[in-house]
């Protein structure tokens, strides 16, 4: 069964923290993507990964960076939080040339203080 | 800009009530239009591609159609379990997808 798995549901965090979310798949997925997830905004692309080692940005990537080691895992980091990055993170992988068809996280919420 | 608009916001069905959402886009050289289901605290999961104008696909209680302009998400006699947020997306440029801010089903007993 296909499975997307982000190391934590909750996450609470001060402003000026560097925070770093974490997501792993076990599908060998080429793609991966980090989206943010706002009441009236929708979802939002921040960055996504065709290979590893390789980064894009997407339509929001001011205040994130990534990092893409390893096949199966896709690193989205805060470099110092702040409060309008108060959100829910969702994580996706999908294959290599089948990047509309994404599978999806449970996604992480964090509240930045 | 693209643009992909959803409609309406948020609809409440009674169980058996068939309805239908609305998706329409602005993406210039559309290349598919997509449709995924959102529960709540759960990650979006994928339900149907559709490539040209006149397509229809079907899952269930569920059929998608595609015009030149739009895509309906068509739901006959919806069940409670069929109550989720409905999402559609379509690539743009190099983003792979863009999504619309979806429409909120409640569908009551």
């Known amino acids: 069964d296909v499975k997307v798995t982000q190391s934590s549901r909750y996450l609470v965090k001060r402003t000026g923290e560097k925070v770093f979310l974490e997501c792993v798949q076990d599908?060998?997925?080429?793609?991966m993507f980090w989206y943010r997830q706002d009441p009236g905004l929708g979802l939002r692309l921040i960055y996504f990964?065709?290979?590893?080692?390789?980064?894009e940005k997407g339509d929001i990537p001011e205040g994130y960076s990534v990092s893409r080691e390893k096949k199966e895992r896709f690193s989205l980091i805060l470099e110092s939080a702040s409060t309008n990055q108060t959100s829910m993170y969702l994580c996706?992988?999908?294959?290599?040339?089948?990047?509309?068809?994404?599978?999806f996280g449970p996604g992480t919420r964090l509240t930045v203080t | 800009e693209d643009q992909v608009t959803q409609s309406p916001e948020a609809l409440r069905l009674q169980e058996g009530e068939s309805s239908s959402l609305n998706c329409s886009y602005t993406?210039?050289?559309?290349?598919?239009l997509f449709w995924y289901r959102q529960d709540p605290g759960k990650g979006p999961e994928f339900l149907f591609t559709?490539?040209?104008a006149g397509e229809e696909k079907e899952k269930e209680r569920l059929k998608a159609t595609l015009t030149k302009k739009e895509s309906f998400l068509h739901i006959t006699a919806p069940k409670p379990e069929d109550s989720a947020t409905y999402l559609c997306?379509?690539?743009?440029?190099?983003?792979?997808?863009?999504f619309g801010k979806g429409t909120r089903l409640s569908v009551i007993a």
């Open positions: 996706a992988s999908s294959l290599q040339g089948r990047s509309y068809e994404q599978y």
């Open positions: 599908m060998d997925h080429e793609n």
């Open positions: 990964s065709y290979d590893v080692k390789m980064k």
């Open positions: 993406v210039s050289g559309l290349r598919g």
């Open positions: 559709l490539y040209s």
């Open positions: 997306a379509a690539p743009s440029g190099n983003t792979p997808l863009v």
